[in-house]
């Protein structure tokens, strides 16, 4: 200590003595500085910008005074004088250096002067001798960490402007590293501290591992990196590389463990909420019903709630509930002591599975929890077949429902050499010439502690072999085991040496491991022993052990046979190649059967099962022919570090020995692997690419080609993109490789890509797919290959019926109409590795093929998609490049014009632009705003550019899913929308009529030259029955044309003197998407309702009927969707019923398809409606549904057939029998008829009717815009 505190002395005073240099003056030393001034600056090293926010008072001397003012003279000569006096650089070098200032965040001052004596012992600038020597002899410019405890001035600097930047988001490192905050540390000065040199992130958007990779190859060193972005990282070309937060979906597993201790159920369930955590969507949360020493490495890994501090039982209720939060829940229970869990919960709200561990003597100890155990758990999960055996023998759960998963271990890799094993010895002071054997475990009866100490006292007396006997672990025996051994005059052989971190830093050093257990299911102990290399002794029938030793990985003896135990340890200690042989057994089984990954998979597959989840990826690998590169392809996928994943595994007939590869890797992980193998080849890859995507199930696609590969964590950093809904696409930078593995380029830096864009694929970047097409993909494929691309599968299946046609480019209009639903998520990170074969598809640059291929692409962008002429003159200028190539080299010969027609792409007509207007469109969820956004994303798909006005006063967000490449202009007042039209020049507006004036607005639309349709949402009489009447008339009189929804609406009008060009369009109706997060109600029937719990809507009615038959249909329910402001009072009835378990009010569901799918039948109870969706929306699933006759408009809209069935009178009793003839199957309904009946209502039908109504108004408008003119 005394020693660095002399060192410190020292350099402070090597710093001062250097400083008195700084009192030279003198014409010499002033020319000195001059020239030193002109040297750093012409060396480009000096960092204004940095040294101008690391130092405001710089900042501010230097913008006042003489020379700032001459610095902005308009005289020139004046200027550049002001300049290079007031340049930031001559303040350092005058000023800057002796106060301790430095020139750039890669260089301190202090240090380099303080760590090199030289340097101070001279009259130099020592910024200026790292510029001229130290680089070239290697000096070092700063220390690479900072050393911020030695330099508290730099930390509190640091703080600050970290503090002032309002980059960093506290709530989000506190909710991201929970030992942060349980230790209640400032977490800026945590992260300034230590937590950038963990690699912590400051907040969401913020990479800081990235950050550090990109500053080190630069600098070859680094430093806090979001103060150097604060200060100068912008100006320098650093970006921001996002964080990966790994994509979670709205499903949370709750694991509820007895306690944390050191031992094996705890650890284990340590391990697999880890991996649930790290490696999966799941969301992960833990109760503990007490603590222990693993205590705070669960609250690391998890957000944990520990009941043993909870005395009130209705406390902790209210805590677990709390807790929770969240209805999409299971609850994983393990070992059966945290059965207790079911004294606090509902054991019937959640789903269970339970992880099973102890054998009888134990369940013995807990005949409470075993019974609560068997009533509520359904799914078990054994850690071995003999609690398996137990379980269903002697306690009567039913063998369907346990199923044997083997204890794991999550594997060290370990070096076992012989040289290791002496290090190890050494290290932690064991003899070197003698026999180890190992016992393991918690010191007491279960573990059988004193029959370790008998069997090594038998072999001690019978070999005359050096032996030693330890014992890791404690308990409440240890004091005793210590007194026989002291007893027995053996405590120099036998060891119980307590509790050690890591056991496998002692087994590695070990020989034989020996288990004298009475009772163990599947002891990690042992794993972790075998992993290391050692035979495994154990007795038969005391647990799971014997089925892992076998013949070949150790010595199972008779049950408490302790002479055998001796005699076969015996055996192994005087037989070295005995022993390293089943060592070595024992290793491989525990790495090929018994690892963290492979156990793991089972278990999520339970759970996958129970929860009617599907894995999040699938990733399809269509292999023909690239049996060389199989291994390392399928390695790169098996080993993501985002395991949420199936593998289908593809081949198209291969000649070579692909088959045999793939089955090898398909028993391997036979979990997550499904083969599909074709037995005629296929002949197109886009085939393959369907074949996989149809048998897949996961919510996302990556198409991963067998020939290629990527690093283990592509899927972590592409997948963190689609947390936003509306990310359709996700993809990585590539590497390029040849097919020997030569690395030629990343494609970031390839001609390709910065040809059209030098810098757009130096960064990470989300956009809109439209943006993207515009920028890159109407232009050319930039997508490069496939297996660097992730993509939702709901959009691919229709996007990849435009690729069949083509051998090359399928691939690019692939990804162009993907893209066109959606945003697309781009990471720089070189992530994939793309093999490029010498005169293959891929590599060869083109030939006639490929020209014809463009044109046919490009000729389908601008026909299909908004393709402006800057686009299209890119396209012709990107196609006579590509041509020239090809020509210059002689591989085409025919002119371009025979091979890519220019007119077709010139003169295809432009797309139309089709704006949509209406009033509040996000002020609620009502079928206006879902007719409105359905019709503007139809619209969009059809090629149409398409933008939405809404008049509103709040930024609620929209009631219903818009494709993210619409726009929405938010309007505050009808003048406001002028410029808007002036600037988008819509081609024709549509204006959404539902109630409020809309005559202001078409006015302003004709001022623009804008012809307008007004769209009709309610029924006539609505209106007829307002004060706006006079409003809306001359808003129907002023439009160039009204849309109705149905011909009494239009015959109502023409009735009133309307005399405005009036069309019959329905509303379009789409069938509500299945997510499968409801599937019905087990062994129960119901009948559905959906909409506004208001008067109109006379729910209130249908309960009364359902009250009435419910006694004689006790296997019925009645399930209501909706929300309003009757709620309380239909609560109340449904309380005075006492129906509360059978009619239950679901309040506003984002799955409501799931309800239309699985009940019997739909009921609208309304009074009247515009034109209700719900009926429609029921009939796409052909259920029947249930109006009231005098329902307006139903009885014109569905005919006098028997596509819905009518209640005479809108009465409960009336209802009540219509609901009984369904019930009892006295009312037929044609299932078939119903959805035929709904087809007439679809989008494919009803969307051609507004596509001819738009082309004839802007024809006509535009018509008589000429005569006018």
């Given at each position: ?8 002395k ?12 700084r009192?030279k ?10 020239k030193?001034?002109?040297?750093i ?16 008072d ?13 610095s902005?003279?308009k005289?020139?000569i004046?200027?550049l004088?002001?300049?290079a006096?007031?340049?930031p650089?001559r303040?350092?070098?005058w ?6 200032r ?14 090199n004596?030289?340097?101070?012992s ?19 410019a ?11 001035h730099?930390?509190?600097?640091q703080?600050?402007?970290?503090k ?12 991201m ?22 690699e ?33 990282g912008?100006?320098?070309g ?19 463990g007895h ?6 159920a705890p650890?284990i ?33 998890a ?21 929770i939060?969240?209805?999409n ?7 059966v002591?945290?059965?207790?869990i079911f ?22 100890l807990?005949p ?20 398996t055996?137990?379980l ?7 063998s ?24 190890k010895?050494t ?9 180890i ?10 573990k059988n502690?004193?029959?370790f100490?008998?069997v090594?006292?038998?072999?001690i ?28 005059k ?6 119980f ?16 491991f ?30 799971g052990?014997?089925?892992?030793v076998e013949?070949d990985?150790?010595?199972?003896v008779?049950?408490?046979d ?19 042989l ?9 790495l ?35 049996a ?11 080993n993501?570090?985002?395991q949420?994943?199936?593998?289908i ?20 992980y ?18 393959q ?28 950093n592409?997948?963190?993109a ?7 696409l ?13 690395h030629?380029n990343?494609y ?18 989300v ?8 920028e ?9 290959n ?17 690729s069949?046609?083509y051998?090359?480019?399928?691939d ?12 697309v ?9 793309h093999?490029?074969?010498d005169?293959?598809?891929?590599s ?31 396209m ?25 027609n220019f ?7 432009f ?12 002020f609620?969820?009502?079928?206006a ?12 798909s ?27 202009i ?15 020049k ?18 302003k ?15 006539p009489a ?6 706006g ?5 001359k ?48 062994n129960r029937?119901?009948i559905?309702n ?16 359902f ?27 449904i ?18 398809g ?23 929306e029921?009939?796409s699933?052909?259920k ?21 069935v ?45 596509e ?18």
């Amino acid at each position: 200590m005394l020693i660095v505190i002399f060192y410190e002395k020292e350099l402070v005073i090597l710093y001062e003595e250097w400083k008195a240099h700084r009192k030279k003056t003198g014409m010499v030393s002033y020319i000195k500085k001059w020239k030193e001034s002109y040297l750093i600056f012409k060396s480009g090293f000096f960092d204004a910008n940095y040294y101008l926010r690391a130092y405001p008072d710089v900042s501010q001397e230097l913008t006042s005074g003489f020379f700032y003012r001459l610095s902005i003279s308009k005289i020139k000569i004046f200027r550049l004088i002001g300049k290079a006096v007031n340049h930031p650089i001559r303040h350092y070098v005058w000023h800057g250096v002796y106060e301790g200032r430095n020139p750039s965040v890669s260089f301190d001052t202090r240090y380099y002067v303080e760590n090199n004596h030289d340097v101070a012992s001279e009259n130099i600038n020592p910024f200026l001798h790292y510029i001229t020597y130290g680089i070239d002899e290697g000096r070092k410019a700063k220390s690479i960490w900072g050393d911020f405890e030695g330099n508290s001035h730099l930390l509190s600097d640091q703080i600050r402007i970290i503090k002032e930047s309002g980059l960093f988001d506290e709530d989000y490192y506190l909710t991201m590293n929970i030992d942060v905050r349980n230790a209640q540390i400032d977490p800026i000065e945590h992260f300034c501290k230590y937590g950038w040199k963990e690699e912590r992130n400051p907040n969401s958007s913020f990479n800081t591992k990235n950050y550090l990779k990109k500053m080190s190859e630069l600098y070859g060193e680094v430093v806090n990196p979001l103060y150097h972005y604060i200060l100068c990282g912008n100006e320098s070309g650093f970006k921001f590389s996002r964080v990966n937060q790994l994509v979670k979906r709205d499903q949370t597993i709750v694991f509820i463990g007895h306690e944390a201790e050191a031992t094996g159920a705890p650890i284990i369930l340590l391990d697999v909420i880890e991996w649930f955590d790290r490696h999966t969507s799941y969301k992960v949360k833990v109760i503990l019903l007490r603590g222990g020493k693993l205590i705070d490495r669960y609250k690391d890994v998890a957000e944990t709630l520990v009941l043993n501090n909870l005395k009130n039982k209705n406390d902790i209720k209210n805590q677990i509930d709390q807790f929770i939060n969240t209805e999409n829940c299971m609850l994983f229970l393990n070992t059966v002591a945290s059965a207790r869990i079911f004294d606090f919960i509902n054991a019937d709200k959640y789903p269970k599975v339970a992880f099973i561990h102890e054998l009888e003597k134990t369940l013995r100890l807990f005949p409470d929890e075993t019974i609560a155990l068997k009533q509520n758990v359904q799914t078990i999960i054994s850690a071995s077949s003999a609690v398996t055996d137990n379980l269903v023998k002697n306690h009567g759960f039913n063998s369907e429902e346990v199923t044997t998963v083997f204890a794991f271990i999550n594997p060290q890799h370990l070096n076992l050499d012989e040289k290791y094993k002496i290090d190890k010895r050494t290290t932690l002071n064991l003899p070197i010439n003698k026999k180890i054997v190992f016992g393991c475990g918690s010191v007491y009866w279960r573990k059988n502690p004193k029959g370790f100490i008998d069997v090594a006292e038998k072999i001690i007396k019978n070999t005359e072999h050096k032996c030693e006997f330890i014992w890791i672990g404690e308990g409440e025996e240890l004091s005793d085991c210590k007194s026989i051994v002291i007893k027995k005059k053996l405590e120099k052989d036998i060891k119980f040496i307590g509790p050690v971190d890591n056991p496998r830093d002692y087994f590695s050093a070990g020989d034989i491991f020996m288990l004298t257990s009475i009772e163990d299911p599947f002891p990690l102990a042992c794993l972790e022993a075998a992993e290391c290399g050692l035979p495994i002794l154990c007795f038969d029938e005391a647990g799971g052990m014997p089925l892992f030793v076998e013949k070949d990985a150790g010595v199972v003896v008779p049950y408490k046979d302790y002479n055998a135990m001796a005699q076969a340890a015996i055996t192994l200690i005087e037989d070295d190649n005995s022993q390293k042989l089943l060592g070595k057994n024992a290793r491989e089984k525990v790495l090929a059967r018994h690892t963290i990954s492979n156990s793991v998979q089972k278990i999520k597959k339970i759970i996958d099962k129970k929860l009617g989840m599907q894995p999040l990826v699938s990733i399809i690998v269509p292999n023909y022919n690239h049996a060389q590169y199989l291994h390392e392809r399928l390695q790169s996928i098996y080993n993501q570090s985002f395991q949420d994943i199936e593998v289908i595994l593809m081949d198209d007939v291969s000649s070579d020995d692909s088959r045999a590869i793939l089955d090898d890797y398909a028993n391997k992980y036979s979990e997550i692997t499904t083969k599909l193998y074709n037995s005629k080849n296929s002949g197109n890859v886009f085939t393959q690419w369907m074949n996989g995507i149809s048998a897949s199930n996961g919510e996302l696609v990556w198409i991963a080609e067998s020939d290629d590969y990527c690093e283990n964590d592509f899927l972590e950093n592409v997948l963190c993109a689609f947390n936003d809904p509306e990310v359709v696409l996700s993809y990585s930078n590539s590497n390029i490789i040849g097919s020997k593995g030569q690395h030629y380029n990343t494609y970031d830096n390839a001609a390709w890509l910065t040809d059209l864009n030098e810098n757009k694929w130096k960064s990470d970047y989300v956009i809109s797919g439209y943006k993207e097409f515009q920028e890159a993909l109407a232009i050319k494929c930039t997508i490069p290959n496939v297996s660097g691309v992730v993509f939702r599968k709901n959009v691919a299946e229709t996007a990849l019926q435009y690729s069949f046609k083509y051998k090359k480019a399928g691939d690019w209009i692939f990804y162009a109409h993907v893209v066109m639903q959606g945003k697309v998520s781009y990471c720089a990170q070189a992530l994939n590795y793309h093999r490029r074969h010498d005169g293959t598809v891929t590599s060869k640059e083109g030939d006639k093929k490929g020209i014809v291929e463009i044109f046919e692409i490009h000729k389908h962008f601008v026909n299909v998609f908004p393709t402006s002429m800057k686009i299209r003159n890119s396209m012709i200028n990107f196609v006579q490049k590509e041509y020239n190539i090809y020509f210059e080299r002689g591989s085409i010969t025919t002119p371009l014009n025979e091979l890519y027609n220019f007119n077709d792409i010139i003169n295809a007509p432009f797309k139309i632009k089709v704006a949509l207007y209406q009033h509040g469109l996000n002020f609620g969820k009502g079928g206006a705003e879902k007719i409105l956004i359905e019709k503007a994303n139809f619209l969009f798909s059809k090629g149409y550019e398409v933008r939405i006005y809404n008049k509103t006063t709040v930024d609620n967000p929209l009631p219903y899913k818009l494709n993210s490449n619409i726009e929405v202009i938010k309007i505050n007042k009808d003048t406001d929308i002028i410029n808007h039209l002036y600037n988008d020049k819509p081609n024709v507006i549509i204006i959404f009529s539902i109630g409020h004036p809309d005559s202001q607005i078409i006015q302003k639309c004709h001022e623009v030259g804008v012809p307008t349709i007004l769209s009709m949402h309610n029924q006539p009489a609505f209106f007829d029955k307002s004060p706006g009447l006079k409003e809306h008339t001359k808003a129907l009189e002023l439009s160039d044309a009204v849309v109705t929804l149905l011909p009494s609406f239009k015959e109502h009008y023409v009735n009133k003197g309307i005399r405005t060009k009036i069309e019959v369009i329905p509303n379009f109706v789409c069938q509500p998407e299945v997510d499968g997060k409801f599937n019905g109600i087990p062994n129960r029937k119901y009948i559905f309702n959906a909409g506004r719990l208001v008067e109109q809507k006379q729910q209130e009615l249908l309960i009364d009927a359902f009250a009435n038959l419910a006694s004689d249909y006790k296997d019925w329910d009645l399930v209501i969707a909706g929300e309003g402001h009757l709620r309380t009072k239909l609560e109340s009835k449904i309380k005075k019923y006492g129906l509360s378990n059978r009619v239950i009010l679901i309040g506003q569901v984002d799955n409501i398809g799931d309800y239309y799918k699985n009940c019997e039948m739909f009921v609208l109870s309304s009074k009247f409606e515009g034109f209700s969706l719900a009926p429609i929306e029921a009939s796409s699933f052909g259920k029947p549904v249930v109006v009231f006759k005098d329902c307006t408009p139903y009885g014109e809209t569905f005919g006098v057939n028997d596509i819905m069935v009518r209640v005479d009178e809108m009465t409960p009793l009336s209802l009540e029998m219509t609901l009984r003839e369904l019930i009892e199957g006295k009312r037929f309904f044609s299932k078939e008829q119903v959805i035929q009946f709904y087809n007439e209502y679809s989008p494919q039908y009803i969307i051609p009717k507004w596509e001819s109504l738009i082309a004839e108004v802007i024809k006509e408008f535009n018509a008589g815009k000429m005569i006018l003119l």
